[in-house]
């Protein structure tokens, strides 16, 4: 097998905060999430210094990034800046790649980054 290939049919999907569904995959220097994300699924404000770029394949996905809010459709590519405070909310079922980096270390771990932990636990 490729080390260099993905095959996200192989890639064991976790659930790292409710409704969002992911698909982990690493580069040396960058980090892949092939996620599902349940209609009203809600992504708590937070901020990490990764540099991301949202791409939604299908559903439409309302983001707030640093204040100004917009809905990604199919098709659009949102980009969030370093350390940007940001949030979403799935406004139907939507399917997403994000990429990040550098590579999220957090993310190999497992289970919920403690960024998202943390943020997780102000909405309730």
């Not at 940007?84 to 270390?105: I, Q, W």
Request: hydrophobic letters at 40%.
């Amino acid at each position: 097998m490729n080390p260099n290939v993905i095959e996200w049919d192989k890639v064991e999907t976790r659930t790292v905060i409710p409704g969002f569904h992911g698909k982990f995959a690493h580069s040396a220097n960058m980090t892949f999430v092939l996620w599902d994300i349940d209609k009203g699924a809600v992504l708590p404000e937070h901020s990490h210094m990764h540099e991301q770029v949202v791409h939604v394949y299908e559903g439409e996905l309302q983001v707030t990034v640093a204040g100004e809010t917009t809905v990604l459709r199919g098709g659009s590519i949102g980009i969030i800046p370093s350390n940007a405070v940001h949030s979403g909310v799935a406004l139907t079922n939507c399917k997403v790649m994000d990429a990040f980096y550098p590579l999220r270390e957090d993310y190999m771990k497992g289970g919920a980054p403690s960024v998202l932990a943390g943020a997780m636990q102000k909405l309730r």
